[in-house]
């Protein structure tokens, strides 16, 4: 039996090729398979085709003047940036206890979540890290989107376990908090490389660290904006 | 050793693709163009984060969608459900073939915009701009497991939708 994701994956040329040569036979001794296959690769090349009669299109004057005729200020060397960019990521989970403690000496408050004058964006309670203030209130009320301020909410999901976990950004870091007694318990904290705007952190999407830490905490999918409300409403039980 | 050139070059091949990917988000060929002039905007701003060496096209995609989101996030997810779609314009030279080209882009086009959004972008980057499903989840944030299950209801969706 040839589950659908693996017969798409099948048909988009996404399995390994001893995987794919079993599906193959599978397809070619079932008539329905066959056939779904025909289907599917006619849909495909039929809205592919639709969309395709754009790509010789002429392309608005505006945006070729756009693109050839750059503001000056925006030509910037790029061994310049790159130099600026070095990555200078915080350890992942492994080093949390470490890291816990640096934060509990108050010292990276500021620079790592901002943060309210004498309120940091997280406490250390019980030898575990929680969400404060300004982070706290984001991630109990903002919904992915509607950015307030400088932090933005990416994906809430329910981990292993059943809690509702929200990922969040900032243009100096980005995270990943879980719901545990009622209160935000952090799982992550990188912070951001230093001298990224923020909408190269927008278009960079997720921090790779982030990303993994998220597929490894994740149950199923994460859930949609009408899904996230309901989260909301329901107090993120 | 990169040239500042290049990225002007790489970005004006990839122009008719972004117009492309632009399409097949929006809702009518009017929005469309006002995403790629965004898309464009917010990557020239940006440049200087593209990190030579790396994909140019899902950098700038991952622009696009972003800035799509937001478009539709600040628009209101009520709105942009029911909205009619609108003639597709402004398809190639040839009065003729822009007439045949549009009916078949505008059926494309609402067939699409029927998709709900999560499962539209992901049609449009794997099954029309041709990404894979592992840089399909790069560009769009999203674990690749989430990537082709939503692949899976969508595909399921157009192929009712285009046998109509």
């Given at each position: 039996m040839v589950s659908d994701e693996r017969f798409f994956a099948w048909l988009d040329g996404e399995l390994e090729p001893e995987d794919a040569a079993r599906v193959e036979t599978d397809v070619a001794a079932d008539p329905r398979l066959s056939a779904m296959a025909a289907e599917h690769r006619a849909m495909q090349a039929q809205l592919k085709g639709a969309f395709d009669s754009l790509l010789d299109a002429p392309v608005s004057g505006s945006i070729l003047a756009a693109v050839r005729n750059?503001?000056?200020?925006?030509?910037?060397d790029f061994a310049q940036a790159k130099a600026r960019r070095e990555p200078r990521r915080w350890p992942s989970t492994a080093q949390w206890g470490a890291m816990a403690a640096t934060l509990a000496n108050g010292i990276l408050l500021g620079t790592v979540v901002p943060h309210e004058r004498g309120a940091g964006p997280v406490e250390v309670q019980g030898g575990k890290l929680y969400a404060a203030s300004a982070l706290n209130r984001a991630l109990d009320t903002q919904l992915a989107g509607t950015p307030s301020g400088d932090l933005r909410i990416g994906l809430t999901f329910r981990d292993q376990a059943g809690a509702i976990c929200r990922s969040f950004t900032s243009s100096a870091s980005s995270g990943l908090a879980c719901r545990e007694n009622g209160r935000w318990q952090m799982r992550g904290l990188f912070a951001a490389p230093?001298?990224?705007s923020s909408d190269y952190r927008m278009a960079a999407g997720m921090d790779p660290n982030l990303a993994a830490l998220v597929d490894s905490t994740i149950a199923g999918e994460p859930l949609d904006a009408a899904g996230e409300k309901a989260a909301r409403s329901n107090g993120w039980r | 050793m990169e040239s500042p050139l290049s990225f002007e070059d790489g970005l004006t091949t990839l122009l008719p693709r972004l117009r492309r990917f632009a399409h097949t988000l929006s809702r009518n060929a009017a929005d469309a163009d006002d995403l790629v002039q965004a898309a464009v905007e917010r990557a020239l701003r940006s440049r200087?984060?593209?990190?030579?060496?790396?994909?140019l096209d899902s950098w700038l995609y991952r622009i696009m969608r972003n800035l799509w989101i937001d478009t539709v996030r600040s628009r209101g997810r009520r709105e942009d459900l029911h909205a009619p779609v609108e003639e597709a314009e402004r398809?190639?030279?040839?009065p003729r073939t822009a007439l045949e080209a549009s009916i078949d882009l505008k059926r494309a086009m609402a067939a699409m915009q029927r998709l709900p959004e999560e499962q539209r972008e992901v049609v449009a980057l794997?099954?029309?701009?041709?990404?894979?499903y592992r840089e399909c989840s790069e560009i769009l944030a999203l674990p690749i497991g989430t990537v082709s299950s939503r692949l899976v209801r969508g595909r399921l969706a157009l192929l009712q939708m285009m046998g109509e």
């Open positions: 750059p503001p000056q200020a925006h030509v910037v230093e001298g990224q | 200087a984060q593209w990190e030579a060496g790396t994909r398809i190639g030279e040839d794997i099954l029309i701009e041709g990404f894979g």
